[in-house]
């Protein structure tokens, strides 16, 4: 069993990771916090699924199909919201990922609350893990360019990157509409992996527990995310031994961290080879400054 | 013509008017300064002039182009930018990042280019950080680049704002008390600093101060504001000359 | 023509719940500018602390209703000297809060789970007011749904006299409207915080003893309660007079959903509402428009 089972819980905390990804994007660079995140995985996954059962097409231009779709709800729903002001936009998000998921409750093409079930199980480890990769290096690359710089100034000044020519709400809308790409193909995968979709998957809780994976990894770093979704993917899943009372805990968790350490575990920090190496350098200069400083005792 | 026309700018927050049927020309190469006691209207003019608020009734004429009401980013697009007198920098970001950031301007690279990065993306990135660094030394800040803009010292936020304004390559940069903070030694510098940056990048500049000295050393044309109209305007000696300035600023004896 | 009035009367009943909840929504954003979700879970947990003074220590109801509220508002307080006094001692952004108030929720919801002697089973009240419904010519009402009506009323009432003709009232609402000012004016704003966690779980305590009696008792009440939420933005964040009103007016589109269209459709409209509210009037009915200043 044992490495079936770790698999299992990498391709889950892959999953969550490629959502993670795009709020990171929108909520860590960006400054925009959504709590609807869930229904653009749902939007994807359910018209991934459709693509794959009833039009038979492959996995991978499926998942685009649903990253598409996500993409094309979440320009409307930029267009009318991102004008709003933080709160309120967060509140809209909560709105849109609950009607979302209460409409299609309510269609029964796709069986409605009881769930849609018999979608194929194309999902595994590898795919998840390419996604993944093309992801990370598609938003590393975005970041550190002029449209990614842009982002950052809206998080940090919203005046101020509008007086040095920024268009605020065309940056903002980008960046939704990429997290809500990259949300809609994570749900194409979690469909594809649980081989059933059902409404209740995608409620309020999961679009909370996402932005919180994005702030416990630390904002504004992508290393951070992963992390995040590792770990709190995973812990869960270790955890499921305590059944009803890790959520206890969990909830706990959240407190203590936004009380205790708000920047999360990376907070802004990135970890890539030229980083691990200033960290090491700045450890040996360290060391030995104490050494000398030992000596100069003298 | 002016380079900028405020033709009866108007702007009213409620029943108060702010600012009250102002008309004023900016000569194009000119140092123009704008005072006035507290609370006259001066920052508000700013505002309405970088479209960061609406103009109640009035038109804003830029280098022949209606700007009234238009959207901030593309009031600054027109070439006209400005500082603030509670210094807005990109806080949590380096002075290096801060001046890149608004360098932004001077490329045209997609999305696309970046996310694959094609070479219109390296050339034109590559021309970015030698302007941003270029305008790091012309500003003095190149021993800094790398320290979080929220930890300069104050008189260094200011240059720095400064520097984020130019990366754009303004026509018009509008100061709002830049010496604001400053003693003496510094603002002299400053003064220096602006009248070099004008010649060196062909600038208009527009400035609000209370630092008297700096204003008559370097302006050619000053309007004074009070209670959100136009007092008088001229050069420095009119303007010190002016009986009803002096009034307003000292009171009648 | 009687369906309509029917459908009124209950709408009316319960939206006046919901305005029970909505309004501790609004005082604490009208104070603290965050959407305090942890809200929900006080609302849940005076419904089981009503339920278990009724059954296991057979509390006579006025009782159990009064030690249900003041649980409730004690609860509350804990939530916000635990989850928020941190952040605000540290000025945090408004979203820490959010995500703050979003764990003592999960706690909350999941902490009744775990216990085994309360657990996720559905809990009914025992009956209080007997089911024999008033008749007035042709329109029914039962005597819960009555009750209901006029205990909120009553609190409602109680409340806004409060913020309108007393001292503390007056330095809630000066606290509102600048939180800075007031402090410096010599108000005590955290006395302030903790009068309105008390006040906001207080009446929480009561409407989740309402909706216990009216539906049942179970840890995804908060769920419900996201909806009394909505009714706070629909009439306006941080307006108690705009989120009795929204409240009253989400309750009776609520039930003519039910009753003209389908039941399923019930929970949708709540949510289609709420996004509607904020592209087309952002402020809901009654808040206050603010201009940003540069």
């Known amino acids: 069993m044992g490495n079936e089972y770790i698999l299992g819980i990498f391709t889950l905390a892959g999953i969550n990771l490629m959502t993670v990804l795009g709020l990171s994007l929108l909520t860590g660079f960006t400054g925009l916090f959504s709590f609807g995140h869930a229904g653009f995985m749902a939007i994807g996954g359910y018209a991934t699924a459709l693509m794959t059962l009833n039009f038979h097409w492959p996995f991978i231009p499926s998942l685009m199909v649903g990253g598409l779709a996500a993409a094309l709800v979440s320009a409307v729903l930029g267009k009318v919201t991102l004008k709003l002001k933080g709160d309120y936009f967060c509140i809209a998000t909560l709105g849109f990922g609950e009607a979302v998921r209460l409409i299609l409750d309510n269609v029964q093409t796709f069986g409605g609350a009881r769930g849609w079930p018999g979608i194929p199980h194309y999902t595994n480890f590898w795919n998840v893990l390419g996604i993944n990769i093309v992801a990370i290096i598609i938003l590393a690359n975005l970041i550190h360019s002029r449209h990614g710089r842009n982002m950052i100034a809206v998080r940090e000044e919203e005046l101020a990157s509008q007086i040095v020519g920024i268009n605020v709400f065309k940056y903002k809308m980008i960046s939704l509409v990429i997290s809500a790409a990259y949300a809609g193909i994570a749900g194409g995968m979690m469909g594809h992996y649980m081989t059933f979709l059902q409404p209740k998957m995608f409620s309020l809780v999961k679009s909370t527990e996402l932005t919180i994976i994005v702030i416990f990894g630390g904002l504004g770093s992508i290393s951070g995310s992963v992390l995040g979704a590792l770990v709190l993917t995973s812990l869960p899943e270790i955890l499921r031994a305590f059944s009803s009372w890790r959520l206890v805990f969990y909830g706990l968790a959240v407190i203590f961290i936004m009380i205790s350490r708000p920047e999360g575990l990376m907070g802004g920090y990135e970890l890539t080879p030229s980083s691990m190496k200033r960290l090491y350098r700045n450890i040996v200069s360290k060391r030995s400054k104490a050494v000398h400083s030992a000596g100069g005792d003298k | 013509m002016g380079i900028l026309e405020l033709h009866g700018l108007t702007k009213t927050f409620g029943g108060l008017t702010a600012v009250g049927d102002v008309n004023f020309n900016v000569e194009k190469d000119s140092i123009s300064g704008l005072i006035g006691p507290n609370g006259a209207g001066k920052t508000t003019i700013f505002n309405l002039i970088t479209g960061v608020y609406k103009v109640t009734s009035g038109k804003i004429i830029f280098d022949g182009k209606d700007i009234t009401n238009k959207e901030p980013y593309l009031i600054a697009e027109s070439g006209i930018t400005r500082t603030f007198q509670n210094i807005r920098l990109f806080k949590k970001l380096t002075v290096y990042e801060n001046v890149l950031t608004a360098c932004h301007y001077n490329a045209n690279y997609s999305i696309f280019d970046s996310v694959l990065r094609l070479p219109k993306f390296r050339k034109q990135e590559k021309k970015l950080t030698e302007q941003a660094a270029e305008l790091i030394e012309i500003m003095g800040l190149e021993s800094r680049k790398d320290l979080i803009a929220n930890n300069l010292p104050y008189g260094l936020q200011r240059r720095l704002e400064i520097a984020r304004a130019l990366a754009l390559m303004p026509k018009l940069l509008l100061l709002d008390e830049p010496a604001a903070g400053m003693n003496p030694d510094e603002t002299e510098q400053l003064m220096k600093l602006i009248s070099e940056i004008r010649k060196r990048f062909n600038l208009t500049i527009l400035i609000i101060e209370h630092h008297m000295d700096l204003i008559m050393g370097i302006c050619e044309n000053i309007m004074v504001l009070n209670f959100g109209c136009k007092l008088a305007e001229g050069t420095p000696t009119d303007v010190q000359n002016d009986k009803s300035v002096i009034e307003a600023y000292l009171g009648v004896e | ?294």
């Not at chain 3, 501790?24 to 979700?37: A, C, E, P, Q, W």
């Not at chain 3, 159990?64 to 952004?93: D, G, H």
């Open chain 3, 1 to 294: 023509m009687t369906q309509f009035f029917q459908q009124l009367i209950n709408g009316i009943s319960i939206g006046s719940v919901y305005a029970l909840m909505a309004v501790g929504y609004s005082l604490v954003y009208s104070i603290m500018n965050f959407s305090n979700f942890a809200h929900g879970g006080v609302i849940m947990f005076g419904a089981y602390f009503g339920f278990f003074f009724l059954t296991l220590l057979r509390f006579p109801f006025p009782l159990a209703f009064l030690s249900a509220a003041i649980c409730s508002a004690i609860l509350a307080l804990i939530i916000e000297r635990v989850a928020y006094k941190p952040l605000r001692e540290r000025k945090a952004p408004f979203l820490y809060f959010i995500i703050s108030a979003m764990g003592a929720s999960i706690f909350l919801e999941n902490l009744v789970i775990a216990i085994p002697a309360i657990g996720p089973t559905f809990r009914t009240y025992p009956e209080i007011f007997n089911k024999q419904p008033i008749k007035i010519g042709e329109l029914a009402m039962g005597k819960l749904d009555i009750a209901m009506f006029l205990i909120s009323a009553i609190c409602l009432i109680v409340l806004i006299y409060i913020i309108d003709h007393t001292k503390i009232g007056k330095a809630i609402q000066a606290t509102s409207y600048n939180i800075k000012a007031s402090a410096l004016m010599g108000v005590n704003t955290d006395f302030i915080l903790v009068t309105i966690f008390l006040m906001g779980g207080f009446l929480a305590g009561i409407a989740g003893v309402l909706f216990g009696m009216k539906y049942t008792v179970y840890p995804q009440i908060g769920i419900i309660t996201n909806k009394s939420f909505i009714a706070a933005v629909f009439g306006g964040l941080g307006s108690l007079p705009g989120a009795v009103i929204g409240s009253v007016l989400l309750g009776i589109i609520e039930t003519f959903t039910a009753g003209y269209f389908s039941s399923q459709y019930r929970d949708l409209i709540a949510f289609v509402l709420l996004i509607t509210v904020l592209v087309v009037r952002p402020m809901g009915l009654m808040g206050k428009v603010t201009e940003d200043k540069a």
